[in-house]
């Protein structure tokens, strides 16, 4: 009866902590119509510090908020934060154009190319969660093909039931690979925005080091290596370099 009554009561919580967090939402949705966009991202940003789990909604209306105040990097970083929880909303993506162009620096996209770069599209089809739900799937199918061919009775449909099995096998193998392939990717590639508003990348991890080129605010790089309060970094245009950690924010946490 006890664990019962403690049941009830997180859960009671939950449901109340979710709907504060929703009339929040809502408040901070009415003072950006009412174009009070800096108490509107105050809101969202404490919805963001009580909850932790946040929706591409949330990143994509604190972004716009962001947006219309000028504040370059916290818009970009909202946009690509909204744009990891929903890869393929248009309006994430041109909102994110639009805030890039406020960013100085213009660095040029180097394309991947190449059998790995194949493979990162494949895997990008689905989340590494996804793919793992594919595979149990395709793994409950499997069994039930097994069960068909064990009880089957005519040859026909035994070779159907067989042929199908391996078939399905293949396809469980490929999704716990692409789970894993895509897991790696995601644990690999760490993207970071620039918050400072001018740095100098250098060659070396430390202060005295020669200066390798300049960053400033909003600009995307992708994080390589972490060493003490460094961080080596990579551009788009394949350009690498050591930054102060404390100059940039990772996309993923």
């Not at 089809?125 to 068909?148: C, K, N, R, T």
């Not at 040859?155 to 067989?162: C, I």
């Not at 300049?214 to 245009?237: A, C, M, P, S, Y």
Request: proline share 2%; glycine share 4%; charged share 20%.
């Amino acid at each position: 009866m006890r664990k019962i009554f403690y049941i009830l009561v997180l859960l009671s919580n939950f449901i109340f902590a979710q709907q504060e967090a929703s009339d929040k939402f809502n408040q901070a949705n009415e003072l950006y119509r009412k174009d009070q966009f800096d108490a509107a991202a105050k809101v969202y940003e404490g919805i963001l510090a009580e909850n932790k789990v946040a929706s591409a909604d949330l990143y994509f209306n604190l972004g716009n908020c962001y947006y219309k105040l000028g504040k370059v990097a916290p818009s970009i970083y909202n946009f690509e934060k909204a744009l990891l929880l929903n890869p393929e909303d248009e309006a994430i993506q041109t909102n994110l154009t639009f805030a890039q162009k406020m960013a100085i620096d213009d660095i040029k996209v180097v394309p991947e190319v190449g059998f790995s770069k194949v493979v990162y599209n494949i895997t990008s089809w689905f989340s590494y969660d996804e793919w793992s739900w594919i595979a149990v799937s395709l793994s409950v199918l499997f069994l039930m093909f097994f069960i068909g061919y064990y009880f089957a009775s005519l040859t026909h449909l035994k070779r159907g039931f067989f042929l199908g099995m391996f078939v399905l096998l293949g396809l469980m193998i490929a999704s716990i690979f692409a789970a894993f392939l895509q897991k790696r990717f995601d644990t690999k590639i760490r993207p970071a925005i620039v918050f400072a508003e001018s740095t100098f990348v250098k060659s070396e991890p430390k202060n005295g080091a020669e200066n390798a080129f300049e960053l400033h605010e909003g600009t995307k790089v992708f994080v390589k290596q972490t060493l003490d309060n460094w961080k080596r970094i990579q551009l788009t245009d394949k350009s690498e370099g050591w930054i102060h950690a404390d100059a940039i924010v990772e996309l993923k946490e």
